[in-house]
Protein backbone atom coordinates (compact mmCIF):
# COMPACT_ATOMS: atom_id res chain seq x y z
CA UNK A 1 0.00 0.00 0.00
CA UNK A 2 1.06 3.64 -0.75
CA UNK A 3 -0.27 6.07 1.05
CA UNK A 4 -0.25 10.21 -0.97
CA UNK A 5 -0.64 13.11 0.86
CA UNK A 6 -1.54 15.78 -1.32
CA UNK A 7 -3.81 13.30 -3.70
CA UNK A 8 -6.26 16.23 -4.25
CA UNK A 9 -4.19 18.68 -5.30
CA UNK A 10 -2.75 19.51 -9.08
CA UNK A 11 0.30 17.44 -9.10
CA UNK A 12 -0.64 14.88 -6.21
CA UNK A 13 -3.76 13.69 -8.25
CA UNK A 14 -1.49 13.43 -11.08
CA UNK A 15 0.74 11.34 -9.18
CA UNK A 16 -2.27 9.10 -8.22
CA UNK A 17 -2.90 8.13 -11.73
CA UNK A 18 0.43 6.96 -12.66
CA UNK A 19 0.63 5.11 -9.87
CA UNK A 20 -2.77 3.71 -10.32
CA UNK A 21 -2.00 2.46 -14.04
CA UNK A 22 0.82 1.12 -12.78
CA UNK A 23 -0.93 -1.41 -10.68
CA UNK A 24 0.07 0.39 -6.99
CA UNK A 25 -2.95 -0.23 -4.26
CA UNK A 26 -3.29 3.70 -3.33
CA UNK A 27 -4.20 5.18 -0.19
CA UNK A 28 -4.95 9.05 -0.17
CA UNK A 29 -5.34 11.50 2.87
CA UNK A 30 -8.03 13.63 2.21
CA UNK A 31 -9.86 16.57 3.89
CA UNK A 32 -13.49 15.64 2.81
CA UNK A 33 -15.02 12.63 2.53
CA UNK A 34 -14.19 12.97 -1.53
CA UNK A 35 -13.70 10.13 -3.48
CA UNK A 36 -10.51 9.72 -5.51
CA UNK A 37 -10.90 7.25 -8.63
CA UNK A 38 -8.67 4.40 -8.08
CA UNK A 39 -7.68 4.72 -4.42
CA UNK A 40 -8.56 4.53 -1.25
CA UNK A 41 -9.73 7.68 0.95
CA UNK A 42 -8.83 8.23 4.28
CA UNK A 43 -10.12 11.38 5.99
CA UNK A 44 -7.51 13.43 7.83
CA UNK A 45 -5.35 16.48 7.52
CA UNK A 46 -1.33 17.59 7.86
CA UNK A 47 -2.11 19.69 10.78
CA UNK A 48 -3.98 15.90 12.53
CA UNK A 49 -1.73 13.83 14.22
CA UNK A 50 -3.89 11.33 15.18
CA UNK A 51 -4.91 11.27 11.37
CA UNK A 52 -1.73 10.64 10.03
CA UNK A 53 -0.85 8.06 12.06
CA UNK A 54 -4.56 6.10 11.02
CA UNK A 55 -3.49 7.15 7.12
CA UNK A 56 0.56 5.49 7.91
CA UNK A 57 -0.71 2.12 9.34
CA UNK A 58 -0.03 -0.60 7.04
CA UNK A 59 1.34 1.34 4.37
CA UNK A 60 4.99 0.58 2.54
CA UNK A 61 5.76 3.94 0.76
CA UNK A 62 4.50 7.40 1.89
CA UNK A 63 4.29 10.14 -1.27
CA UNK A 64 4.23 13.66 0.61
CA UNK A 65 3.40 16.22 -2.48
CA UNK A 66 0.31 18.28 -0.11
CA UNK A 67 1.61 22.18 0.08
CA UNK A 68 -0.31 25.23 1.25
CA UNK A 69 0.67 27.95 -0.80
CA UNK A 70 -2.16 27.01 -3.78
CA UNK A 71 -5.28 27.58 -1.40
CA UNK A 72 -3.72 30.49 0.44
CA UNK A 73 -2.64 32.06 -2.67
CA UNK A 74 -6.48 31.94 -3.68
CA UNK A 75 -8.07 33.29 -0.59
CA UNK A 76 -9.16 30.25 0.82
CA UNK A 77 -8.81 30.08 4.87
CA UNK A 78 -6.92 27.75 6.68
CA UNK A 79 -3.78 26.46 8.06
CA UNK A 80 -0.86 28.09 7.06
CA UNK A 81 2.58 27.47 5.27
CA UNK A 82 4.01 26.73 9.05
CA UNK A 83 1.37 24.69 10.32
CA UNK A 84 0.89 22.49 6.77
CA UNK A 85 4.22 22.72 5.13
CA UNK A 86 6.48 22.73 8.28
CA UNK A 87 4.84 21.40 11.46
CA UNK A 88 2.25 19.06 9.48
CA UNK A 89 5.11 17.46 6.93
CA UNK A 90 7.33 16.87 9.97
CA UNK A 91 4.40 15.12 12.06
CA UNK A 92 3.66 13.06 8.77
CA UNK A 93 7.64 12.06 8.83
CA UNK A 94 6.94 11.08 12.50
CA UNK A 95 3.84 9.33 11.65
CA UNK A 96 5.38 7.25 9.30
CA UNK A 97 8.43 6.29 11.00
CA UNK A 98 6.07 5.19 14.14
CA UNK A 99 4.29 3.39 11.05
CA UNK A 100 7.15 1.33 10.55
CA UNK A 101 6.70 2.76 6.63
CA UNK A 102 9.80 1.81 4.52
CA UNK A 103 10.07 4.26 1.81
CA UNK A 104 9.04 8.62 2.13
CA UNK A 105 8.60 10.30 -1.03
CA UNK A 106 8.70 14.38 -0.54
CA UNK A 107 8.46 17.23 -2.85
CA UNK A 108 10.50 20.00 -2.28
CA UNK A 109 11.97 22.12 -4.98
CA UNK A 110 15.15 23.03 -7.13
CA UNK A 111 17.32 25.81 -5.30
CA UNK A 112 15.69 25.33 -1.83
CA UNK A 113 18.53 25.86 -0.38
CA UNK A 114 19.23 29.58 -1.94
CA UNK A 115 19.28 31.30 1.31
CA UNK A 116 16.43 33.59 0.36
CA UNK A 117 14.89 33.15 4.32
CA UNK A 118 11.10 32.20 3.15
CA UNK A 119 8.58 30.53 4.41
CA UNK A 120 8.16 27.76 2.12
CA UNK A 121 11.76 27.57 2.14
CA UNK A 122 12.51 27.71 5.86
CA UNK A 123 9.21 24.56 5.60
CA UNK A 124 11.26 22.33 3.01
CA UNK A 125 14.52 22.42 4.25
CA UNK A 126 13.13 21.48 7.83
CA UNK A 127 11.30 18.32 6.59
CA UNK A 128 14.57 17.88 3.98
CA UNK A 129 16.56 18.16 7.24
CA UNK A 130 13.93 16.05 9.51
CA UNK A 131 14.24 12.79 6.61
CA UNK A 132 18.06 12.96 6.99
CA UNK A 133 18.06 12.55 10.53
CA UNK A 134 15.29 9.60 10.32
CA UNK A 135 15.41 6.16 9.82
CA UNK A 136 13.49 5.98 6.44
CA UNK A 137 14.83 5.34 3.13
CA UNK A 138 13.32 8.64 1.44
CA UNK A 139 13.78 10.12 -1.75
CA UNK A 140 13.78 14.51 -1.65
CA UNK A 141 12.68 15.45 -5.42
CA UNK A 142 13.65 18.95 -6.19
CA UNK A 143 11.17 20.10 -9.08
CA UNK A 144 12.63 23.44 -11.21
CA UNK A 145 9.54 25.84 -11.45
CA UNK A 146 6.63 24.39 -13.06
CA UNK A 147 5.60 25.60 -16.50
CA UNK A 148 2.32 25.38 -16.04
CA UNK A 149 1.82 27.87 -13.34
CA UNK A 150 5.32 30.29 -13.37
CA UNK A 151 4.85 30.95 -16.90
CA UNK A 152 0.98 30.63 -16.81
CA UNK A 153 -1.50 33.87 -15.36
CA UNK A 154 -1.02 32.63 -11.71
CA UNK A 155 2.78 33.14 -11.96
CA UNK A 156 1.94 36.76 -13.29
CA UNK A 157 2.82 36.13 -17.30
CA UNK A 158 -0.48 36.26 -18.61
CA UNK A 159 -0.33 36.40 -22.14
CA UNK A 160 -3.98 36.81 -22.36
CA UNK A 161 -4.02 40.41 -20.98
CA UNK A 162 -0.49 41.01 -22.14
CA UNK A 163 0.63 41.63 -18.77
CA UNK A 164 4.17 39.76 -17.61
CA UNK A 165 5.82 40.26 -14.36
CA UNK A 166 9.57 40.20 -13.81
CA UNK A 167 11.59 40.30 -10.05
CA UNK A 168 14.78 41.24 -9.98
CA UNK A 169 16.71 41.31 -13.94
CA UNK A 170 15.42 37.96 -14.97
CA UNK A 171 18.16 36.92 -17.12
CA UNK A 172 18.87 33.50 -15.08
CA UNK A 173 18.44 30.49 -17.17
CA UNK A 174 15.96 27.67 -15.68
CA UNK A 175 14.81 24.61 -16.65
CA UNK A 176 10.55 24.86 -16.24
CA UNK A 177 9.23 21.87 -15.85
CA UNK A 178 5.91 20.18 -16.90
CA UNK A 179 3.53 18.95 -14.31
CA UNK A 180 3.20 16.04 -15.72
CA UNK A 181 6.40 15.27 -16.02
CA UNK A 182 7.23 15.81 -12.20
CA UNK A 183 4.69 13.39 -11.46
CA UNK A 184 5.87 10.58 -13.80
CA UNK A 185 9.08 11.39 -12.13
CA UNK A 186 7.42 10.87 -8.84
CA UNK A 187 5.66 7.88 -9.70
CA UNK A 188 9.02 6.27 -10.85
CA UNK A 189 10.79 6.71 -7.72
CA UNK A 190 8.34 5.60 -5.63
CA UNK A 191 8.64 2.33 -7.10
CA UNK A 192 12.43 1.70 -8.15
CA UNK A 193 14.74 -0.91 -6.30
CA UNK A 194 16.80 1.58 -5.23
CA UNK A 195 16.61 5.48 -5.92
CA UNK A 196 19.05 8.26 -5.09
CA UNK A 197 18.28 10.29 -1.57
CA UNK A 198 18.09 13.68 -4.00
CA UNK A 199 16.64 13.90 -7.36
CA UNK A 200 17.02 17.80 -8.59
CA UNK A 201 15.82 18.18 -12.19
CA UNK A 202 13.98 20.26 -14.63
CA UNK A 203 13.10 20.87 -17.97
CA UNK A 204 14.88 20.07 -21.49
CA UNK A 205 15.26 23.58 -22.51
CA UNK A 206 17.07 26.00 -20.55
CA UNK A 207 15.86 29.42 -20.38
CA UNK A 208 15.45 32.82 -18.88
CA UNK A 209 12.06 34.42 -17.75
CA UNK A 210 13.61 37.37 -20.16
CA UNK A 211 13.99 34.97 -23.03
CA UNK A 212 10.43 33.86 -22.41
CA UNK A 213 9.03 37.12 -22.77
CA UNK A 214 10.92 37.88 -25.78
CA UNK A 215 9.51 34.12 -27.22
CA UNK A 216 5.96 34.87 -26.73
CA UNK A 217 5.93 38.59 -27.95
CA UNK A 218 7.55 37.02 -31.31
CA UNK A 219 4.58 34.46 -30.95
CA UNK A 220 2.10 36.68 -30.39
CA UNK A 221 3.70 39.50 -32.94
CA UNK A 222 3.37 42.32 -30.28
CA UNK A 223 4.80 43.57 -27.44
CA UNK A 224 3.65 42.71 -23.67
CA UNK A 225 3.18 44.73 -20.64
CA UNK A 226 6.44 43.97 -18.28
CA UNK A 227 6.36 45.05 -14.82
CA UNK A 228 9.43 44.82 -12.97
CA UNK A 229 10.24 44.61 -9.14
CA UNK A 230 13.64 45.03 -9.11
CA UNK A 231 15.96 42.54 -6.13
CA UNK A 232 16.87 45.59 -4.10
CA UNK A 233 13.75 46.15 -3.45
CA UNK A 234 12.07 42.61 -3.82
CA UNK A 235 14.16 41.53 -0.68
CA UNK A 236 12.59 43.96 2.13
CA UNK A 237 9.57 43.06 0.40
CA UNK A 238 10.06 39.88 1.13
CA UNK A 239 11.28 39.81 4.58
CA UNK A 240 8.09 42.31 5.48
CA UNK A 241 5.62 39.62 3.78
CA UNK A 242 7.00 36.53 5.59
CA UNK A 243 5.23 37.67 8.73
CA UNK A 244 2.16 39.21 7.17
CA UNK A 245 1.74 37.18 4.31
CA UNK A 246 3.42 33.63 3.76
CA UNK A 247 2.22 32.56 0.67
CA UNK A 248 2.69 36.20 -1.42
CA UNK A 249 6.24 36.16 0.41
CA UNK A 250 7.22 32.50 -0.74
CA UNK A 251 6.21 33.26 -4.54
CA UNK A 252 7.96 36.31 -4.47
CA UNK A 253 11.25 34.51 -3.31
CA UNK A 254 10.66 32.18 -5.30
CA UNK A 255 10.56 34.41 -8.52
CA UNK A 256 13.58 36.18 -7.08
CA UNK A 257 15.70 32.65 -8.51
CA UNK A 258 14.91 33.42 -11.87
CA UNK A 259 17.57 36.08 -11.47
CA UNK A 260 20.12 35.00 -9.07
CA UNK A 261 22.51 32.47 -11.66
CA UNK A 262 22.11 30.13 -14.27
CA UNK A 263 20.58 26.54 -12.77
CA UNK A 264 23.06 23.34 -12.44
CA UNK A 265 20.36 20.98 -13.07
CA UNK A 266 19.34 18.80 -16.25
CA UNK A 267 16.77 16.85 -17.64
CA UNK A 268 18.58 13.75 -17.31
CA UNK A 269 16.82 12.02 -14.34
CA UNK A 270 13.69 12.58 -16.32
CA UNK A 271 15.31 11.01 -19.25
CA UNK A 272 16.66 8.48 -17.60
CA UNK A 273 13.98 6.72 -16.78
CA UNK A 274 11.80 6.71 -19.85
CA UNK A 275 9.83 9.63 -19.38
CA UNK A 276 9.65 12.50 -22.62
CA UNK A 277 10.02 15.71 -21.04
CA UNK A 278 7.90 18.66 -22.62
CA UNK A 279 9.56 21.76 -23.86
CA UNK A 280 8.91 25.00 -22.70
CA UNK A 281 8.84 26.42 -25.98
CA UNK A 282 5.94 23.98 -26.51
CA UNK A 283 4.16 25.21 -23.85
CA UNK A 284 4.49 29.26 -24.41
CA UNK A 285 3.21 28.18 -28.18
CA UNK A 286 -0.21 26.69 -26.37
CA UNK A 287 -0.27 29.47 -24.02
CA UNK A 288 -0.03 32.07 -26.98
CA UNK A 289 -2.49 30.21 -29.24
CA UNK A 290 -5.34 30.68 -26.83
CA UNK A 291 -4.67 34.25 -25.87
Not at 3 to 31: A, I, M, P, S
Request: glycine share 10%; proline share 5%.
Amino acid sequence: MMLVVGGTGELGGQVVRELVERGVDVRCLVRSGAGIPGAEVVTGDLTDPASLRKACAGTETVVATATAIGRLLAGVRGPSIRETDELGMLALVGAAEEAGVRRFVYVSYAGVDAGLGVPIEHAKLAVEDRLRRSALQYVVVRPDAFQEIHLGPLGRFDLAHGKVGVIGNGNAKHRWVSTADVAALIAAVAVETDPPELIEFGGPEALSRTEAIAFAENLLQRKLKVQRLPAPVARPAIKLLSRRNEAVASVLGIGLLFSLQDVPWTDEPLRSRGIVPHPTTDFLRAQAAQS
